[in-house]
């Protein structure tokens, strides 16, 4: 899993859309997917531009850290 880490270190801008997750590692969490977490507020952190879901990297890659960790799985 640490390869997943520095793939998404180093692929990811600092700020990106929902959307890149899919196509940067598909299969990895859907749009469907961080939308259903999101609505049980067990999503990573989030802003909005717009309609857009957005992510910042660093928040993105410490939820998944912590999901791996054992933390806040579902």
Do not use: D
């Given at each position: 899993m640490e390869e997943l880490l520095q793939t998404l270190e180093k692929c990811l801008p600092e700020i990106f859309a929902e959307k890149v997750i899919g196509d940067l590692i598909p299969g990895l969490y859907s749009t469907r997917y961080l939308a259903?977490?999101?609505?049980?507020?067990?999503?990573?952190?989030?802003?909005?531009?717009?309609?857009?879901?957005m992510y910042r990297k660093e928040d993105f890659i410490a939820w998944i850290q912590k999901r791996l960790d054992g933390e806040g799985s579902s």
């Open positions: 259903n977490l999101r609505s049980r507020g067990e999503g990573p952190k989030h802003f909005k531009i717009g309609r857009r879901i």
